[in-house]
């Protein structure tokens, strides 16, 4: 692999107050609530005929995530590839479901979104500015300045961007293995014919164990690669990584 130079810290404390310029970050209690728990709730005991039908459940169920994350867009002032990729994945989800399509088409589509961040992170791993840093390493975690200037200061740069690489396959690991979890999920519960009350009940009921089925193994190697490059921190400056954390 060729040399890369220092990780950048594209938002310099230099440049302004050390806090002034960070957005104001989305709770994991609104993110459960309208990405998990509301749509789950209304596909699954709103989705009879009596109640909204299958069709308008799936369209106001998905308004609540895909709604989210317009305001979470709006109040952060900061559009990400992430961002886009979830509302994506949401009308990808509505468009499906309405236009009845197999059950094969939603398999493919939830495990082509992770997939596709997997190999993102693989690939700008060969670049100087690595996704993982932007995933588990980023600069609400890490002072980049300080941690750059003590890499320097021990010539321990070029082992350190190593050690990144490794994390990087952490984390594209990671997501594969969420892609091939979600695909295996949609194909385990979608079973009924789309556009039916059944398909909704059963897409809710893949939202709700998409949590622990997924995100759960997926997050135990991501905070492994965390640890690691933590580890590596210190290993590389000789100094113990609360030198290197923000407060």
């Known amino acids: 692999m060729t040399e890369q130079a220092p990780i950048e810290n594209n938002n310099s404390p230099n440049s302004a107050g050390p806090k002034a310029n960070k957005p104001p970050q989305t709770g994991f209690f609104g993110n459960l609530v309208f990405n998990i728990a509301v749509p789950v709730l209304i596909m699954s005991y709103l989705s009879s005929d009596e109640h909204l039908g299958p069709a308008w459940s799936v369209v106001v169920a998905l308004a609540f995530p895909l709604g989210f994350g317009l305001y979470d867009l709006q109040k952060t002032k900061k559009i990400n590839g992430f961002s886009i990729l979830g509302i994506v994945s949401v009308l990808l989800t509505g468009g499906i479901s309405l236009l009845k ?4 088409y939603m398999a493919i589509k939830e495990a082509s979104i992770p997939a596709a961040i997997g190999l993102a992170v693989l690939v700008t791993q060969f670049t100087q500015k690595p996704l993982v840093k932007m995933l588990i390493l980023n600069d609400q975690i890490i002072n980049w300045d300080k941690l750059n200037a003590s890499l320097a200061h021990h010539n321990a740069s070029a082992e350190f961007n190593k050690k990144v690489a490794v994390s990087s396959y952490i984390v594209t ?29 059963e897409l809710g009921r893949m939202t ?35 030198n290197f954390l923000n407060q």
């Open 208 to 242: 709700a164990l998409s949590y622990p089925v997924i995100v759960i193994p997926s997050m135990v190697l991501l905070i492994t690669a965390l640890i690691y490059l933590f580890k590596q921190i210190s290993r590389c400056t000789g100094e113990p990584i609360e």
């Open 101 to 104: 399509l197999p059950a094969e």
């Open 173 to 201: 690991a990671s997501f594969f293995l969420s892609s091939a979890l979600n695909y295996g999920l949609a194909k385990w519960i979608l079973v009924s014919e789309p556009g039916t009350t059944a398909y909704t009940e």
